[in-house]
Structure formats: C-alpha cells, structure tokens
C-alpha cells in the first residue's frame, strides 16, 4: 500500500542519514518532493550537487540530463541514483551526438575553422543543460559551454564575446527566445537542418547568422499558446502571466515575464495577495504554487492538465526501491558518466560557473 511505501522510504532515510541527500526538481509530484532534502530549478540542483560535500550518495528525483551533470559534478567517490532509469526528457533526446556532429562539419564547411582578426572563433556551440552529457562534453571540446534557462542571455554574452555567431542546441524555443530579447533580429537566427521539412535552411541562408538554432523542443511547452494567454486576460483583467523561456516565441511575447522555474517561484513569492498569476509551465509545480499561496488566484494557463510526463516517471515506488539498495549496500541504477566524457563536459559546464556573476 502507499502507507507502506512511504514508511519505507522514511525508515530508509532515518537509517541512511546524512550519508544520503535526496534532490528534487520543481516538476516532481508532492509524493516525491516531501522528501527531498533540496528542492530547485536545474541550476540550483547542479549546484547542490556541487556543494553537498557529506553524503555517499545523492538520489536524483529529475530526469537524466541532470542526474549525468550531478555526476559530473559530485566528487568522485559520490554515488549519484536516479530512482527510474526511464524518467528521461523527449527535448534532450531530439539532439544525439552525431547529428551534433554532422552539423558541426556542415557549419565548418561554411564558415571554416580559423578565428577571425579579432580572435573570435566562427562558431560557439553552447548547449541547454537538457542535454546529454556526450552534447555537453562536444561543447567542452569545442571550446563551448552549458546554458540553463536562469542564465542563458549571460552564456550568449560570453559565447559572442569569443565567437562570431553561436549554435545552439537543442530547445529552439528558449534559444530564440533568449537571443531576441538580446537584440538579435529573427532572420539572423536561421535553424539548421539539412531537413528541409524539419524548417531547415540552406547554408547559403546561414551566412548571415548569429545564432544557428536546433530543431529540438519542450512537447510540455509548446502546448502554451497566445490564445489560452489571451482568454485568462479576458476572464481575468489585471492577470499576470509568466511563463517558462521553453514555451514558443509569440507566448513569451504575449506574458508579462518569462523565467525558469525557480524565477517563477521567485514572481510568485514577490506577488501580493489577491493578485492572479496564470503561468505557462509544468502543472505539478504551478499547483504546488497554488497550495502554498492560497490567498492568491494561481493557475495553469493550460486547461488540459500537462504534467511532464518523464519527470513523472518517478514514483514513489522507484524512490523506496533505490533507498531500500542503499540500506541494503546495493547501488540500484546508479548513474555513471565514463571518465573521458566527464572530463570534457565538466570544462563546458565549469565555463557556465565561471560565466555568471
Ligand atoms: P529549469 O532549469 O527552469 O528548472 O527547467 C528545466 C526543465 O526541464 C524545464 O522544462
Ligand atoms: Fe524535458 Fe520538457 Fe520535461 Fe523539461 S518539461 S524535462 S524540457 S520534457
């Protein structure tokens, strides 16, 4: 029963201590983040990874982009687990290695290899945190570097400051985003596809490009629209909208502000009373919201309930099955970076760091 679930994972916890740190991204369901010893956005947790130097094992409730990066980052004899193996993100997926590859010998071709009289290299390739570790490993051999949607206008400006123009993988959505409220005309961020069905351009339309942009995209994201913003001002006059950077253009463009999840807790936090917020990300977050300021209207701007559904993947079941192996001294789907990766991701990722103010 779930009685027992949960009275298994407390006993686990109360055993393993401080051996243990349990994580938990905004996205997950309550039944898991009552447990987790930190909760925050994809930067936040990577930096609890980071800075959390006395457990033995971290558990991981996200998905495996950040799992791999909590890896990456922990010390080397941290264990990092993610309670379900299958709790992945479709966005990441929508970039593989080789693909990255193809494009970059594409690009290479056009604009060739060598810095120009300023130094600046032709291409910056800089990739979202909701990556693989091999994309974020590419970045590093590259000299590029990670960007998660709290710093992503920052990373651009780093990446313009040593290169000409940037490729940017794999969400489109928070790239143009974040390029277009720097300044950077829409017909100067082509996207590259040698697909011409996928929205692709030829290399001849790549000439003028600041910004190359993937095809990848948030299938929990995309769902926002100018349309659903449009009718909660209308039911709602004096609404503020928020939204998340992965949502498309013309949404961002139609809110009052876009941020990540942890920006949009912060709105919501620095919200009054009485005030009505619709927000454009994942439902188990915004009612959670909703729960914990209930002298506010808060609500998801999509009326069809969107949970994300890998983040979901992680179940309370897989938590007390993990914790169960760790009391019993087993590793159960523990996540391991291979060293030559690590190394070469740990660069782009450490450039992030060493980006932000
Ligand atoms: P945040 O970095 O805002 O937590 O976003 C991660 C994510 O996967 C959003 O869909
Ligand atoms: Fe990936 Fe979208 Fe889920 Fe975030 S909400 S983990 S981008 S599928």
Redesign the pocket.
């Known amino acids: 029963t779930d009685d027992e679930l949960h009275a298994r994972i407390r006993a686990a916890k109360d055993k393993l201590g401080s051996r243990l740190v349990i994580l938990g991204?905004?996205?997950q369901r309550d039944e898991v983040i009552q447990y987790a010893d930190f909760v925050?956005?994809?930067?936040?947790?990577a930096n609890a990874a980071l800075t959390k130097p006395d457990s033995d094992t971290i558990v991981f409730c996200g998905?495996h982009f950040?799992a791999e990066t909590a890896d990456i980052l922990a010390r080397p004899e941290q264990h990092v687990i993610l309670p379900n193996l299958a709790a992945g993100?479709s966005?990441a997926d929508m970039a593989d290695e080789d693909s990255v590859e193809a494009c970059w010998e594409d690009l290479m071709a056009v604009y060739g290899e060598e810095p120009d009289a300023d130094g600046k290299q032709p291409v910056i390739p800089v990739t979202y945190?909701?990556s693989s570790a091999a994309l974020k490993a590419f970045c590093g051999r590259h000299g590029g570097i990670v960007c998660?949607?709290?710093n992503a206008a920052t990373v651009l400006e780093w990446a313009f400051e040593r290169g000409q123009r940037v490729l940017f993988f794999p969400d489109q959505h928070l790239g143009r985003n974040t390029a277009k409220a720097m300044g950077i005309p829409l017909e100067q961020m082509p996207m590259w596809s040698p697909r011409k069905e996928l929205g692709g351009n030829t290399v001849e339309e790549l000439n003028d490009a600041k910004v190359i942009l993937w095809h990848g995209f948030?299938s929990?994201?995309k769902r926002f629209s100018v349309a659903q913003i449009e009718k909660a001002r209308a039911e709602f006059p004096g609404v503020k909208v928020i939204v998340?950077p992965?949502s498309p253009m013309p949404v961002v463009d139609a809110a009052d502000a876009a941020?990540?999840?942890?920006?949009?807790r912060k709105y919501v936090i620095a919200s009054e009373p009485g005030d009505v917020i619709a927000i454009g990300?994942?439902v188990n977050m915004v009612n959670r919201l909703a729960a914990e300021f209930p002298d506010r209207t808060i609500f998801c701007l999509d009326p069809v309930v969107c949970p994300?559904s890998t983040?979901y993947r992680i179940h309370p079941g897989y938590l007390a099955w993990t914790l169960d192996g760790l009391v019993a001294g087993e590793l159960r789907n523990e996540i391991v970076v291979p060293d030559d990766i690590a190394t070469d991701a740990k660069v782009a990722l450490e450039r992030m760091l060493a980006a932000l103010p």
């Open positions: 991204h905004f996205y925050g956005d994809s930067f936040q947790l998905v950040m993100c966005m945190m909701n998660t949607s709290s948030c929990v994201h998340h992965e941020g990540s999840t942890d920006a949009i990300t994942e994300c983040m």
